[in-house]
């Protein structure tokens, strides 16, 4: 009895484990096409750096998805703030989240410091994230107050200079 390959793999001149390496290594790493191939000629795999591309089309989302599932949870407690970037000489401002892990939640960059951008920040969160946090710490931006008035109102909100460090921080 022949053994089953998983479909991904069908018609592929390189077995899964080759494949799933080489892919591995263009994905985790800021290696170019190029090095990936030469990594696999150093092992005696011959294998040029446009067959390494097409499968990373092929097969790469699936890797992203694996990776994806398998990081943790974010939690419950969410940090937001923002911060002044110069983009082009023009003032724009770097909104981010952080979970109480310390885990990016989300970043976005808008041309606006308001209740709506903060509305557009929490809405991209809760539906990427998918839940509302029990607690939401921020800086004492009046914009943070208004958008959480419209879009969480059962959600605990914190304003405090010293308690959002965890987001000041991973700017």
């Known amino acids: 009895m022949k053994p089953t390959r998983n479909p991904r793999y069908t018609r592929h001149r ?7 390496h080489a892919i591995w290594l263009y994905l985790r790493f800021p290696l170019s096409l190029r090095m990936v191939e030469k990594m696999l000629t150093a092992r005696r795999i011959e294998v040029s750096h446009e067959t390494v591309r097409q499968s990373a089309l092929k ?3 699936a890797f992203a998805n694996q990776i994806r ?5 974010a939690g419950d407690k969410w940090h937001l703030d923002e911060v002044v970037i110069s983009i082009s000489g023009q003032k724009h401002w770097l909104w981010r989240a952080v979970d109480q892990h310390g885990i990016v939640l989300d970043i976005l960059v808008q041309s606006r410091r308001n209740a709506q951008a903060a509305k557009r920040l929490l809405r991209k969160l809760l539906k990427k994230q998918g839940i509302v946090p029990r607690v939401m710490i921020t800086d004492k931006l009046p914009s943070y ?3 959480k008035r419209a879009m969480m109102p059962g959600v605990e909100h914190r304003q405090h200079r010293g308690l959002n460090n965890r987001a000041e921080n991973s700017h």
């Open 145 to 147: 107050a208004a958008a």
């Open 69 to 73: 599932r398998r990081l943790p949870a």
């Open 14 to 20: 390189f077995p899964p484990e080759v494949i799933s």
């Open 59 to 61: 097969i790469g989302q």
